[in-house]
């Protein structure tokens, strides 16, 4: 009797706490917003799913729309997008000379603004001289160690992903267009697989959240579709701008994994076939998340 | 001393007399809290902004005390009255005695 009793307090106090949490709602996103920077360039957030996703997706959608309205804000205005100062300091090592050659990236590619217009949408690319598909950042490593005979940077460390941030400023507003056939197509294949591959302890693909529970919430974290059209991406969290394959990275840590690492083939694939997910979407680096 | 540093102000053109309009400003600087250690575990020193100040034609608008909790690259955003026209100055404090200034010229019409 009186431990039935004591059950059934300890009951009325679990759901006590449950009907709490339940009133705390999670920070409000507006799902519906529609982003428009500098109150002139319209950022495309929704768009009709690519045909080769197959129905996994009706709609896709740039993680934006999933951030608090605060967040959102943050990106709405150049000056207050605070990814633009990185884009600064990129804009000064443009056209700074740098190895053996004494060149700069403005010595073959002048102004960034033309020059770079649309780049960002179309990679990672086939090369066909290499025979392999690039990354933006594999092909500003190839740029530095064989026309300015510079040291290569490291993909994820700031002086990459700042210029890839200069880069990808210039074809904001460009829908994302990787192409997946021909010879790319191997690799986008090898992508694929690893999306869909449980790793780690918690046994999750990419899938599991990203497909199957974007807009659900995962404890404190509200989960978008992991798309990368909005790469580099300015973190609330670490104050930088942050590399799409440290995201990955970052991910797969999450599901209690050993990680591929950064620059690896495996990643690389995996970029280009979560960039094709997001064909249709503008690009929209650098962007601003939590 | 802080390298990188770099200030920037978003300010109106033009105004009528009287109006009061918002004024954005951003400077790059680590911020570095003095509270963090190195890799040698010795202590990194402080280097930050510790003062800030917008003055309308030599009258203060904002005159603002700056501590080590202040996060990198700080933003302020404030609103002033602009009676007639004339100039904007901006000044940031470092902790190594520089001095980072910047002016926005405003026409009253």
């Not at chain 1, 705390?24 to 768009?47: F, H, M, Q, S, Y």
């Not at chain 1, 073959?108 to 950042?137: F, I």
Request: aromatic share 8%.
């Amino acid at each position: 009797m009186t431990r039935t009793k004591l059950t059934r307090t300890r009951l009325g106090a679990t759901l006590g706490l449950l009907g709490g949490l339940a009133v705390a709602a999670p920070l409000a996103a507006d799902e519906n917003a529609d982003l428009v920077i500098n109150g002139d360039l319209k950022i495309t957030v929704r768009a009709e799913a690519p045909a080769h996703l197959d129905g996994a997706l009706s709609e896709i959608t740039s993680g934006w729309i999933y951030r608090s309205d605060e967040t959102q804000q943050l990106e709405m205005d150049d000056f207050d997008n605070p990814g633009m100062i990185f884009v600064d300091q990129a804009m000064d090592v443009w056209g700074t000379p740098d190895g053996t050659e004494g060149k700069s990236c403005a010595s073959c590619h002048d102004d960034p603004a033309q020059s770079m217009a649309g780049v960002r949408a179309v990679y990672p690319k086939w090369n066909e001289e290499a025979g392999e598909v690039r990354t933006l950042a594999m092909q500003i490593n190839a740029c530095r160690e064989s026309r300015m005979g510079a040291e290569k940077w490291d993909i994820v460390k700031s002086d990459m992903v700042n210029m890839e941030a200069l880069i990808a400023v210039q074809s904001r507003g460009i829908p994302v267009n990787v192409a997946i056939d021909g010879p790319a197509r191997e690799t986008w294949e090898k992508g694929k697989e690893i999306y869909y591959t449980r790793y780690g302890q918690l046994e999750l693909a990419c899938a599991n959240c990203h497909e199957d529970n974007y807009g659900n919430y995962i404890r404190a974290d509200h989960l978008s579709q992991g798309q990368i059209n909005a790469f580099p991406a300015y973190r609330l969290k670490n104050a930088k701008l942050n590399a799409v394959q440290d995201r990955f990275k970052g991910c797969v840590r999450d599901t209690r994994a050993e990680t591929f690492k950064p620059g690896s083939p495996e990643f690389n694939a995996l970029e280009l076939y979560v960039a094709s997910r997001g064909n249709g979407l503008s690009v929209e680096g650098p962007s601003v998340r939590n | 001393m802080a390298s990188g540093v770099k200030p920037r102000v978003k300010a109106p053109k033009t105004a009528s007399a009287g109006e009061v309009v918002t004024i954005k400003t951003l400077i790059s600087h680590p911020m570095e809290s003095g509270q963090r250690k190195d890799g040698n575990g010795n202590p990194i020193p402080r280097s930050i902004i510790n003062r800030f100040t917008c003055e309308f034609n030599g009258e203060s608008v904002v005159d603002i005390a700056m501590e080590p909790a202040i996060s990198t690259n700080p933003y302020f955003e404030f609103d002033a009255k602009v009676p007639e026209s004339g100039e904007f100055k901006f000044t940031w404090y470092d902790d190594d005695g520089s001095v980072y200034e910047d002016t926005s010229a405003v026409t009253v019409s």
